[in-house]
């Protein structure tokens, strides 16, 4: 696949952007009082994190200071969405220290899939929390929500009113790595291909779930280009022609866009099943495709090396994660390179982006001008634009 010309992406970005800030000035934005989250590492806020291993240092550094359950330097999109939306960052559902749930909860956790996986998370780091239990969470944490404020209990103020969850923007951002555990389990493009409508049919199922629990407003990414990620390219290695012009890899891409076009399908479809229901459906991976094409001319360094990683073509090896340390004269030294800038990286540590990469992605996503159909997020619970035609 050719990049983007940027001027035209950008030129067809302002149009939009104008023609959505003209109609969408008609109504005045959402009041969304809360966020409810699913997903994997994408969006992860700490659930991993209180669940197994402490997401360790430097992650955090750039924005909080320290780790923060975020397995990057800085905020997530997630982040920036609560932001925007006049909200607190979202807390892990998992995450039960001194914990404030009052404004919503994350429920995605780093490795997480829509499909349940064969293995343990010590085998291949895939996470037990796929998408039906993230959804199982929910679905008690809105029980036990209500049951706080109808006893009265003293926790109440820690947790949303009933009313909340008719009124909360749903987030969902997962799907990456049901696409990559196809290729752990040595299956061909083809062959993962043909797992993609199971796959969204399980995420169907999750949604339909959700709007039972009251869920109207959902706010839906499509998976960005796996093959662009440094982890893929340094366990696939591949050779022309598929590496694609920007260096690529053209097979993981191509299953990315077949597993978009059918999750596009999936929310058309939704929208008939739930004409009360408002749902967007959020093109990352156009802009996450376009700002990798264009990195240096953006402002950013290489976009295949990682900041935080240890050595190789890309600063990452597999067995030494961000923050790995080993002991030398009985002291802990840490073994990863961190890079001077991580500001000018786009690939934090060979899985996630960087706090910088993730805002321009955010700056890209938020006035809808990638949004099917093309509200920005303030105005999520709009129905007055008609989604676009192919």
Same mark, same amino acid.
């Given at each position: 696949?050719?990049?983007?010309?940027?001027?035209?992406?950008?030129?067809?970005?302002?149009?939009?952007?104008?023609s959505?800030?003209?109609?969408?000035?008609?109504?005045?934005?959402?009041?969304?009082p809360? /966020?409810?989250?699913?997903?994997?590492?994408?969006?992860?806020?700490?659930?991993?994190?209180?669940?197994?291993?402490?997401?360790?240092? &430097?992650?955090?550094?750039?924005?909080?200071?320290?780790?923060?359950?975020?397995?990057?330097?800085?905020?997530?999109?997630?982040? *920036?969405?609560?932001?925007?939306?006049?909200?607190?960052? /979202?807390?892990?559902?998992?995450?039960?220290?001194?914990?404030?749930?009052?404004?919503?909860?994350n429920?995605?956790?780093? @490795?997480?899939?829509i499909?349940?996986?064969n293995? #343990?998370?010590?085998?291949t780091?895939?996470?037990?929390?796929?998408?039906?239990?993230?959804f199982?969470?929910?679905?008690?944490?809105?029980?036990?929500?209500?049951?706080?404020? #109808?006893?009265g209990?003293?926790?109440?103020?820690?947790?949303?009113?009933?009313?909340?969850?008719?009124?909360?923007?749903?987030?969902f951002? /997962?799907?990456?790595n049901?696409?990559?555990?196809?290729?752990?389990?040595?299956?061909?493009?083809?062959?993962?291909?043909?797992? /993609?409508?199971?796959?969204l049919?399980?995420?169907?199922?999750?949604?339909?779930?959700?709007?039972?629990?009251?869920?109207?407003?959902?706010?839906?990414?499509?998976?960005? &280009?796996?093959?662009?990620?440094?982890?893929?390219?340094?366990?696939?290695?591949?050779?022309?022609?598929?590496?694609?012009?920007?260096?690529?890899?053209? &097979?993981?891409?191509?299953?990315?866009?077949? *597993?978009?076009?059918?999750?596009?399908?999936?929310?058309?479809?939704?929208?008939?099943?739930?004409?009360?229901?408002?749902?967007?459906?959020?093109?990352?991976? #156009?802009?996450?495709?376009?700002?990798?094409?264009?990195?240096e @001319?953006?402002?950013?360094?290489?976009?295949?090396?990682?900041?935080c @990683?240890?050595?190789?073509?890309y600063?990452?090896?597999?067995?030494?994660?961000?923050?790995? #340390?080993?002991?030398v004269?009985?002291?802990?030294?840490?073994?990863?390179?961190?890079?001077?800038?991580?500001?000018?990286?786009?690939?934090?540590?060979?899985?996630?982006?960087?706090?910088? %990469?993730?805002?321009?992605?955010?700056?890209?996503?938020v006035?809808? %001008?990638?949004?099917?159909?093309?509200?920005?997020?303030?105005? %999520?619970?709009?129905?007055?634009?008609?989604?676009?035609?192919?």
């Open positions: 696949m050719a990049a983007p010309s940027l001027l035209p992406l950008l030129l067809a970005l302002t149009s939009l952007s104008l959505t800030i003209s109609s969408s000035s008609l109504s005045s934005p959402c009041s969304f809360a /966020i409810f989250n699913f997903g994997d590492s994408n969006s992860d806020t700490g659930g991993m994190s209180a669940a197994f291993s402490t997401v360790s240092a &430097p992650n955090g550094e750039t924005f909080f200071g320290m780790p923060a359950g975020r397995y990057c330097d800085g905020r997530l999109v997630i982040d *920036f969405i609560a932001q925007t939306l006049g909200l607190p960052f /979202i807390s892990a559902y998992l995450d039960s220290m001194g914990t404030n749930f009052s404004h919503g909860a429920f995605a956790t780093a @490795g997480s899939t499909l349940r996986q293995t #343990t998370f010590f085998q780091g895939y996470s037990p929390f796929s998408l039906d239990v993230q199982h969470q929910f679905e008690q944490f809105k029980t036990r929500s209500l049951l706080a404020h #109808t006893n209990a003293i926790y109440k103020d820690l947790f949303p009113p009933e009313k909340y969850f008719s009124q909360a923007l749903y987030t951002d /997962i799907g990456q049901d696409l990559t555990s196809g290729y752990v389990s040595n299956l061909t493009t083809e062959q993962v291909k043909e797992t /993609i409508p199971v796959i049919g399980k995420f169907t199922d999750a949604v339909k779930n959700v709007y039972k629990l009251g869920g109207r407003y959902f706010w839906i990414h499509n998976t960005g &280009p796996v093959g662009c990620l440094p982890y893929v390219l340094a366990r696939y290695p591949l050779r022309a022609p598929e590496v694609d012009s920007i260096g690529c890899g053209a &097979p993981f891409n191509e299953v990315a866009r077949r *597993f978009n076009a059918k999750l596009k399908k999936t929310v058309v479809r939704l929208r008939k099943v739930f004409p009360s229901a408002v749902f967007t459906y959020v093109d990352v991976y #156009t802009v996450k495709y376009s700002l990798i094409s264009h990195a @001319g953006l402002g950013f360094e290489p976009p295949f090396v990682a900041c @990683g240890h050595g190789g073509k600063n990452f090896d597999v067995r030494y994660s961000c923050g790995a #340390t080993k002991k004269h009985n002291t802990k030294v840490i073994i990863s390179n961190t890079c001077e800038d991580p500001s000018k990286r786009i690939c934090w540590d060979g899985y996630h982006y960087s706090e910088a %990469a993730n805002k321009w992605v955010f700056d890209h996503i006035d809808g %001008a990638f949004s099917d159909p093309p509200n920005p997020v303030t105005m %999520a619970c709009r129905r007055q634009q008609q989604p676009r035609r192919e």
